[in-house]
């Protein structure tokens, strides 16, 4: 792994830097948990896409701008750093986008990637249901062949941005009596179909943040399905390693919360508030640990740009970051005293979603049996 940045990347920096600088929106777009802010963050979406950076680094063809992971990685930095908005389309440009790019067909290519990048389509991730959380082999919503179409029943829930996207990927029972992981299909949804009712599901704050997906003898053609049927939990996987191992969380957003953090140390020492003892130690680990976390990622891509996969080590990586946010969160309402009651935005509200995070992508106790049985090969029980 070479660590420095070559002519040709320090360029994509400053072009990218520039773009931001004058396209960012001044003021910050409502939540895109509400109907007008995910209009406001799509409008976004659109301008990215045709400044050429909706994805870096996918192909021209299906809406990238062609380059590879390193500079995607030099992008989120710059991003990051210019405040842009939040991605609207994340589950569908993160991580359904990497996995049809591995398992699509080239009309699957065709048909999904390009209005994906421009966030025309937004998606929504249907695996969790009432009874498949942690244990998401115990999915029971079924598509039973019949000729061209799959006719879906079942329930899905918790899906983000569900309330408002267009489409859905979801593990589905394809083969009628069986058992776990077998017999599962990945299957892509319009949300608009007859027989789908999508029931939003309010966070305490009020916002529509997930949603209930109710199927009732709905009709998909069989041409949605993604990989091959009954291979949806493999399929899954890979979406997983997505998730978890690299694109949903990059370095960049939690060395600019780190960055911050930073910044409201310095602050309270200027003001002469009172700092707990070891405060400045906490502050400088938060620092150093999205430092460590940003040259693993360079490590991962370096791997990746090389030909190699990601495995089972993703869940090391969604241990770290997710513990990492939280820890950088509680610092700093440390930092704040009673007054964090008042710092809504950054800090109290990005508290509140910082404690969702050993939560989804699959819980942490479940990425600790993952390391215990796939990396360390301790027995099961
Ligand atoms: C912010 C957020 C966004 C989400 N977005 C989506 C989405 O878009 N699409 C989607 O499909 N889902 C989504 N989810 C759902 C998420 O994937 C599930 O909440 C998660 O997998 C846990 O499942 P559960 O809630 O049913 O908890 P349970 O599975 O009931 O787990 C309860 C507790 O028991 C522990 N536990 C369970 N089994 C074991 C075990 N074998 N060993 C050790 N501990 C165990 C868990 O770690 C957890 O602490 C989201 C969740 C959150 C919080």
């Known amino acids: 792994m070479d660590l420095r940045y070559t002519p040709e990347q320090e360029a994509f920096r400053k072009q990218a830097r520039a773009w931001l600088e004058a396209n960012v929106p001044a003021e910050p777009l409502p939540s895109f948990d509400v109907a007008e802010g995910f209009e406001a963050h799509r ?3 659109k301008k990215l896409h045709a400044g050429g950076y909706a994805m870096v680094p996918w192909p021209v063809e299906y809406g990238g701008r062609g380059a590879d992971l390193l500079e995607w990685l030099i992008f989120e930095e710059e991003y990051y750093r210019a405040g842009a908005p939040g991605r609207v389309n994340q589950n569908g440009i993160f991580l359904l986008g990497p996995t049809i790019m591995e398992v ?4 699957q290519k065709a048909r999904f990637l390009p ?12 695996w969790s249901e009432p009874n498949a959380g942690s244990d998401m082999a115990n999915i029971q919503s079924t598509a039973l062949r019949d000729g061209d179409v799959y006719v879906i029943n079942g329930q899905k829930t918790w899906a983000s941005r569900g309330a408002y996207a267009h489409w859905l990927f979801g593990l589905f029972r394809t ?3 069986s058992d776990r992981h077998r017999g599962l ?3 892509l949804t319009p949300l608009d179909l007859p027989g789908i009712s999508v029931r939003p599901i309010q966070k305490i704050n009020g916002k529509a943040a997930f949603a209930e997906v109710f199927f009732d003898d709905v009709r998909v053609p069989v041409e949605n399905l993604l990989g091959d049927e009954g291979a949806g939990w493999n399929v899954a996987m890979a979406t997983a390693g997505f998730e978890r191992g690299l694109m949903l969380r990059s370095p960049a957003r939690f060395q600019s919360t780190a960055w911050r953090l930073v910044e409201l140390y310095r602050e309270t020492l200027e003001r002469g508030a009172p700092v707990a003892p070891g405060m400045r130690e906490r502050v400088a680990r938060c620092w150093m640990d999205a430092e460590a976390y940003a040259l693993n990622t360079y490590q991962t891509v370096t791997r990746l740009l090389a030909g190699g996969r990601i495995g089972a080590e993703a869940s090391l990586n969604k241990i770290f970051w997710s513990e990492l946010d939280i820890e950088m969160h509680e610092a700093a309402l440390e930092l704040l005293g009673p007054g964090a009651e008042l710092a809504r935005e950054p800090w109290l509200d990005g508290y509140v979603f910082a404690l969702s995070g050993p939560i989804y992508a699959g819980t942490n106790q479940i990425q600790r049996n993952i390391i215990a049985e796939r990396l360390l090969g301790l027995p099961r029980k």
């Open 43 to 45: 409008a976004w979406e």
């Open 175 to 177: 083969e009628p009596g």
């Open 104 to 107: 699509g067909t080239p009309e």
């Open 185 to 187: 299909s990945f299957i």
């Open 115 to 126: 209005k994906m990048a421009s966030s025309e389509e937004v998606w929504a991730q249907g």
